[in-house]
């Protein structure tokens, strides 16, 4: 029987290496001790302030084994529930605790959820360029790098910084100023754009290879329906994020006027955020994350709900998250049942040093390896090397310089 586990501390680091990187260690009375992810891009003080003034102070002296009622504990306990920093906070929690659990039996974390459903975890890189030959070209090196899914971002004549396209083709941080950089948006121009690029990448490497699109909010009901449909002859894995989906209604005119397989979910908080969307199987792959969902816990019972109407996972995994989550996020992927793909955007090389991992890429896959725990940890003395910088995402406006969604 595994012995009480109680917790003794917790802290919160923060560092950038590169960006900027929320981290809560967890220590216990047994001497082990357990890290979760904690990172909210452009708001990363509000969650280290959450942590510290209200977390923190009431993990110390409860059983770290008992994952389930902490949870549960921080959850309803709060009576301010969800929201991103709340569930970030919870997550950074959970990912911890389970860790730590997994570490005091001498197991892989995948194990304890049940065991592996696979043995790699399939991934797609981001392949961007300035125009569509630009974009085409980068395809072909994640192609010849071993990728066999493809997210595929270009530029749009006569905007300056559209979304997903950046000088640096591996790292891409939108949040690169300490106040947000504006940008112009073009709905019309973007939507001659999008399908030429498609036909193109078709034209050039056949049909084999799976093709992603993120459109990033930024259409409304029925242009994102438009979209889709002109993107069906060129058969995308998925067209993601077309419109915000504070309204679930809103993707049913979509869904009524394509074919073209719909993704949404990374800045999900909750089930409830995509329980009508689920249950009226009004979107195919759920892209929900481990840190923004409360941790594997809560990931695991969307994962659940959503397996009853055949929608998949394919959880965010953008270099906003650090390999922590990653870690956590490929265990989570080797059991679940219903998985669908990972998006693996890789970190830089500080941001590897800082936080070294045991999984690794292989032939267009992750694989987890087989340290106990989720394999991932942070080098504190190399931390403290890269202080914080601040940073926020940038904003998006029309042409007439009206707000709109970045």
């Given at each position: 029987?595994?012995?009480?586990?109680?917790?003794?501390?917790?802290?919160?680091?923060?560092?950038?290496?590169?960006?900027?990187?929320?981290?809560?260690?967890?220590?216990?009375?047994?001497?082990?001790?357990?890290?979760?992810?904690?990172?909210?891009?452009?708001?990363?003080?509000?969650?280290?302030?959450?942590?510290?003034?209200?977390?923190?102070?009431?993990?110390?002296?409860?059983?770290?084994?008992?994952?389930?009622?902490?949870?549960?504990?921080?959850?309803?306990?709060?009576?301010?529930?969800?929201?991103?920093?709340?569930?970030?906070?919870?997550?950074?929690?959970?990912?911890?605790?389970?860790?730590?659990?997994?570490?005091?039996?001498?197991?892989?974390?995948?194990?304890?959820?049940?065991?592996?459903?696979?043995?790699?975890?399939?991934?797609?890189?981001?392949?961007?360029?300035?125009?569509?030959?630009?974009?085409?070209?980068?395809?072909?090196?994640?192609?010849?790098?071993?990728?066999?899914?493809?997210?595929?971002?270009?530029?749009?004549?006569?905007?300056?910084?559209?979304?997903?396209?950046?000088?640096?083709?591996?790292?891409?941080?939108?949040?690169?100023?300490?106040?947000?950089?504006?940008?112009?948006?073009?709905?019309?121009?973007?939507?001659?754009?999008?399908?030429?690029?498609?036909?193109?990448?078709?034209?050039?490497?056949?049909?084999?290879?799976?093709?992603?699109?993120?459109?990033?909010?930024?259409?409304?009901?029925?242009?994102?329906?438009?979209?889709?449909?002109?993107?069906?002859?060129?058969?995308?894995?998925?067209?993601?994020?077309?419109?915000?989906?504070?309204?679930?209604?809103?993707?049913?005119?979509?869904?009524?006027?394509?074919?073209?397989?719909?993704?949404?979910?990374?800045?999900?908080?909750?089930?409830?955020?995509?329980?009508?969307?689920?249950?009226?199987?009004?979107?195919?792959?759920?892209?929900?994350?481990?840190?923004?969902?409360?941790?594997?816990?809560?990931?695991?019972?969307?994962?659940?709900?959503?397996?009853?109407?055949?929608?998949?996972?394919?959880?965010?995994?953008?270099?906003?998250?650090?390999?922590?989550?990653?870690?956590?996020?490929?265990?989570?992927?080797?059991?679940?049942?219903?998985?669908?793909?990972?998006?693996?955007?890789?970190?830089?090389?500080?941001?590897?040093?800082?936080f070294p991992h045991a999984y690794h890429f292989e032939a267009g896959a992750l694989f987890t390896g087989e340290a106990i725990g989720h394999g991932a940890d942070?080098?504190?003395?190399l931390a403290a090397k890269y202080p914080y910088e601040p940073r926020q995402l940038p904003i998006a406006r029309l042409e007439d310089g009206t707000m709109w969604?970045?």
């Open positions: 029987m595994l012995p009480p586990l109680r917790i003794r501390a917790a802290r919160v680091i923060v560092t950038s290496p590169g960006r900027n990187f929320v981290t809560l260690k967890i220590e216990t009375d047994q001497g082990v001790h357990g890290v979760g992810d904690a990172t909210l891009n452009g708001r990363e003080k509000a969650v280290v302030a959450y942590l510290e003034d209200h977390v923190i102070p009431v993990l110390i002296g409860r059983d770290a084994r008992n994952i389930e009622d902490i949870w549960q504990y921080l959850y309803r306990g709060a009576y301010w529930r969800r929201g991103p920093v709340t569930m970030r906070a919870i997550a950074a929690v959970d990912m911890a605790l389970w860790d730590i659990k997994a570490k005091a039996l001498g197991v892989p974390l995948y194990d304890l959820l049940g065991g592996a459903s696979r043995d790699r975890v399939r991934v797609y890189g981001h392949a961007n360029g300035a125009d569509i030959a630009e974009t085409s070209d980068e395809v072909a090196r994640y192609l010849e790098a071993g990728y066999t899914a493809v997210r595929a971002q270009t530029g749009v004549p006569g905007l300056a910084k559209p979304y997903g396209v950046s000088k640096d083709k591996d790292f891409y941080e939108p949040a690169e100023a300490s106040l947000p950089v504006e940008t112009v948006w073009s709905t019309p121009a973007y939507l001659r754009q999008a399908p030429a690029l498609f036909e193109a990448l078709r034209v050039r490497f056949g049909a084999e290879p799976l093709l992603l699109h993120d459109v990033h909010h930024r259409l409304t009901p029925q242009e994102a329906a438009r979209l889709g449909k002109s993107l069906e002859p060129f058969d995308l894995f998925w067209m993601e994020d077309p419109t915000p989906a504070e309204n679930p209604e809103a993707f049913r005119l979509i869904r009524a006027h394509t074919t073209t397989p719909l993704a949404v979910g990374e800045v999900f908080n909750s089930i409830w955020d995509a329980k009508d969307l689920i249950a009226n199987q009004l979107i195919d792959y759920l892209r929900a994350t481990v840190l923004g969902c409360g941790g594997i816990t809560h990931l695991r019972r969307i994962a659940d709900f959503a397996s009853l109407w055949q929608v998949r996972t394919g959880c965010h995994g953008a270099t906003d998250l650090s390999p922590i989550t990653m870690a956590c996020a490929l265990h989570f992927d080797r059991w679940v049942p219903n998985f669908g793909i990972q998006e693996y955007m890789r970190h830089t090389a500080e941001t590897d040093a800082v942070i080098d504190e003395a969604n970045w």
